[in-house]
C-alpha cells in the first residue's frame, strides 16, 4: 500500500475510534458509556496513531488531505483540510498517551462521582478538540478545536458547581481566553480580506506579513497558553478536578496556545517585532509565574504556576525563532507535567481532600510509589541531567545563551529557572521528609492498578521520552559545535544553585519562628498583586468615574439646562424681559405702539 495513503488511513481511523464512545449511544439507547469504555478507546487509538508515527519516522512521508469543500461565496473557499506533518504524527501519540493514563487514573479519582460517565464523555471530548486543533490545514477548522477546549474547559472546571469558586474560575478561564479569542478572530479576518484563503500552507508561502495581523496571534497565544497579563484564569483552575488540571495543564488547552504559534510560525520569520515581542513576553511570563510558586502552600497551585512558567519558557523559544524546540518542550512537559498532577492527586485524596503542603510531611513511606514518582517529576521539571525535561530544557537556555538576542531576557529565564529548583525542591522536602504532621487514623491505600499503572507508566515517559523524541527527530537548525564550557554548564549551574537555596530554607523552617514579612515575600504571595489591580482597584475606578460622568455631567446638563430646571429658567427670564416694558412711562407705551403700527405695514407690503 502507498505510504501516504496508509498514514491518512490510519490517522482517520485514529480519530474515528476516539468518536465511536459518543456517536453509538447517540445512535442506539442499548448502548451505554462507561468510564472503562472510554479509556479503552482511548488506549485503542494510541495504538493506531503509532502506525502513522512510525511510517514517519522509517520514510519522512508527510501528507495534506482535503476532505469537503465549502463554499459560502463565490471568491472564497474553506476546505476541511488535514495536515499529517512532522507535528500533528508526533503529538498524536503523545497526547493519546497521557490522556489513557489520566483517564485510567480518573476511574479510580472519581469512583464516588454519581455523574462520572458524563465527566468521562467531557474529557474525551476535550481531547478530541485538542487533536482536531492539532491536525487542521485551515484556519477555520483549527478555531472550531480551539472554541471546543475553551468551552469543555469551562465545563471541566466548573465540574464542582455548586461551590462558587469553582464557578468563579471556569468563568474567569472563559473570559480571559475570549480576549484572546478577539486576537484570533481579527488576524483571521485581516487574512480572508486580504489573502482570501485560510489555508496554513497557502498563508505561510506569504514572505511579508505586517505586524497588526501577527499581534493577533501573539493575544490569541497569550490568552490561551496564560502569558503575563492574561494568566490569573491558570491557577485559579484548580478549583476543578485533578484529572482535569492534569489533561488541561499537559496536553490540552494551555499548549494550544503555543501551537498556534508553531504552526503559523513562517509568517513571523522575517518579522523581528513579533518575535522580540514573544521573548520578552516569555520571559516575563515564566519569571513572573516562578515568583509566585515560590511562596505558594497549595501543591495544585505550585504546579499550575510551574506550568505557566514552563509555557513562558516555550514563548521564549518562538521569539528565538526555533518553533520545533519549543515543539520538542511540549511534549516531553505533557509526560511530567501529567505525572506531578496525578501524584498530587493521589496524595490529596489519600489525605481526605488536604491540599496544603505544610500539612502533609513523612510521606514517603506510606505512599512510596506516589512519592518515589512525583520526584521523578520534580527532577524531570528541574532539568536533571538525562531526564525528559533536560533534553529540551537545556537546549532551549543554550539557543538562548549563543543567540545575538536580548541580554534581559537571559538573565529573567536564567533566574525562573534557578526558582523552578527552589520550589521543586522545597515541595519535595515538605511533602515526604521530616516529621508527619498528618491527622491520625487517614488510611492511605495506593495498591490499587488504576494508579500504580497510569503513574508508573508516566514515570516511564518521563525518564525515556526527551532521549527518544530527540533521537529520531533531528533539530531544524544545528546547533553550535563550539559552545565554551561556562555556557553549556549555564543551566545545570544555576538549577544546582537553586538546589542548595531551596535546601537552606528548609533548614531555616526547622526553627519555630515566624518569617517577617517583606516586600519580596508579599509580592510573591499576593501573585504580583495583580488580582487585586486588576479585578478590584481597575474595575472600582472604572465604576466610579462611570457613576460620577453620570450623576454630574449627565444629570446635571438634564435636569439644570435642558429639563424642567432649564425650562423654568427659560419662563423666568421671558417674563422678566416681558414686565420691563411697563414701566409706566407714556413715552415708551406710544413708543412700542408707533413699531406694531409699522412692523404691520412694511408686513402688509
Known amino acids: 500500500m502507498d505510504q501516504t495513503l496508509m498514514l491518512n488511513t490510519f490517522m482517520l481511523l485514529t480519530l474515528a475510534v476516539l468518536c465511536t464512545p459518543i456517536i453509538f449511544p447517540l445512535l442506539s439507547n442499548s448502548l451505554k458509556n462507561t468510564p472503562t469504555i472510554i479509556t479503552n478507546t482511548v488506549k485503542t487509538s494510541f495504538l493506531i496513531s503509532l502506525v502513522p508515527m512510525i511510517i514517519y519516522i522509517h520514510s519522512g512521508t508527510e501528507s495534506l488531505t482535503s476532505l469537503w469543500e465549502w463554499k459560502f461565496i463565490m471568491n472564497f473557499k474553506i476546505p476541511v483540510s488535514l495536515t499529517m506533518d512532522f507535528y500533528s504524527l508526533t503529538f498524536f501519540p503523545i497526547a493519546l498517551f497521557v490522556s489513557w493514563s489520566i483517564l485510567q487514573f480518573a476511574t479510580w479519582y472519581m469512583a464516588s462521582d454519581p455523574h462520572i460517565t458524563k465527566f468521562f464523555t467531557f474529557l474525551l471530548l476535550f481531547l478530541i478538540a485538542m487533536l482536531i486543533l492539532i491536525v487542521s490545514n485551515n484556519l477555520f477548522l483549527l478555531f472550531i478545536g480551539w472554541e471546543g477546549v475553551g468551552i469543555m474547559s469551562f465545563l471541566l472546571i466548573s465540574w464542582w458547581h455548586g461551590r462558587a469558586e469553582a464557578n468563579t474560575a471556569a468563568l474567569q478561564a472563559v473570559l480571559y481566553n475570549r480576549v484572546g479569542d478577539v486576537g484570533l478572530i481579527l488576524c483571521m479576518a485581516w487574512l480572508a480580506s486580504t489573502m482570501n484563503t485560510w489555508e496554513i500552507q497557502q498563508i505561510s508561502s506569504q514572505t511579508q506579513i505586517p505586524t497588526l495581523p501577527l499581534l493577533g496571534l501573539i493575544l490569541a497565544a497569550a490568552g490561551k497558553s496564560a502569558q503575563f497579563g492574561l494568566h490569573p484564569w491558570l491557577p485559579a483552575a484548580m478549583e476543578g478536578p485533578t484529572p482535569v488540571s492534569a489533561l488541561l495543564h499537559s496536553s490540552t488547552m494551555v499548549v494550544a496556545g503555543i501551537f498556534l504559534l508553531i504552526r503559523t510560525h513562517p509568517l ?158 522545597w515541595m519535595t522536602v515538605l511533602v515526604q521528609t521530616g516529621y508527619v504532621r498528618i491527622p491520625p487514623l487517614t488510611p492511605m491505600n495506593e495498591n490499587n492498578p488504576a494508579i500504580l499503572s497510569s503513574i508508573t507508566r508516566l514515570a516511564l515517559g518521563s525518564i525515556t521520552a526527551g532521549f527518544l523524541i530527540t533521537s529520531y527527530i533531528p533539530p531544524a537548525k544545528t546547533p553550535p559545535t563550539t559552545m565554551p564550557l561556562s555556557i553549556k554548564m549555564t543551566a545545570i549551574v544555576v538549577t544546582l544553585l537553586g538546589i542548595v537555596l ?101 408686513s402688509t407690503y
Not at 290 to 296: E, G, K, Y
Not at 330 to 341: E, G, W, Y
Not at 557 to 584: C, D, R, V
Open 268 to 425: 513571523f520569520n522575517n518579522n523581528p517585532t513579533a518575535l522580540s515581542l514573544c521573548l520578552c513576553l516569555g520571559a516575563l511570563s515564566t519569571l513572573f509565574a516562578a515568583t509566585c510558586a515560590l511562596t505558594q502552600n497549595d501543591i495544585k497551585k505550585i504546579i499550575a504556576f510551574s506550568t505557566s512558567s514552563q509555557l513562558g519558557l516555550m514563548m521564549v523559544t518562538i521569539g528565538l525563532n526555533l518553533p520545533q524546540l519549543a515543539f520538542l518542550h511540549i511534549s516531553t512537559h505533557a509526560f511530567f507535567k501529567a505525572m506531578l498532577f496525578l501524584c498530587s492527586g493521589s496524595i490529596i485524596h489519600n489525605l481526605n481532600g488536604e491540599q496544603d503542603i505544610r500539612k502533609m510531611g513523612g510521606l514517603q513511606k506510606m505512599l512510596p510509589t506516589t512519592t518515589s514518582c512525583l520526584t521523578i517529576g520534580n527532577l524531570a521539571l528541574m532539568g536533571t541531567p538525562f531526564l525528559a525535561g533536560f533534553y529540551s530544557k537545556d537546549q532551549i537556555i543554550e539557543s538562548l545563551n549563543t543567540s545575538y538576542l536580548n541580554a534581559w531576557a537571559l538573565v529573567l529565564t536564567l533566574l525562573a529557572t534557578s526558582f523552578t529548583a527552589v520550589y521543586t525542591i
Open 502 to 602: 531551596a535546601l537552606e530554607l528548609s533548614k531555616m523552617t526547622q526553627t519555630l519562628i515566624l518569617p517577617k514579612q517583606n516586600r519580596f515575600s508579599n509580592f510573591s504571595t499576593t501573585l504580583g498583586y495583580f488580582n487585586p489591580l486588576v479585578h478590584r482597584f481597575i474595575t472600582t475606578k472604572l465604576l466610579s468615574s462611570g457613576q460620577n460622568i453620570a450623576s454630574h455631567l449627565i444629570d446635571l446638563s438634564w435636569y439644570k439646562l435642558i429639563g424642567p430646571e432649564g425650562l423654568a429658567n427659560l419662563q423666568m427670564m421671558a417674563s422678566k424681559t416681558a414686565t420691563s416694558f411697563h414701566t409706566g412711562l407714556i413715552k415708551a407705551y406710544l413708543g412700542s405702539f408707533a413699531l406694531s403700527i409699522l412692523l404691520i405695514l412694511l
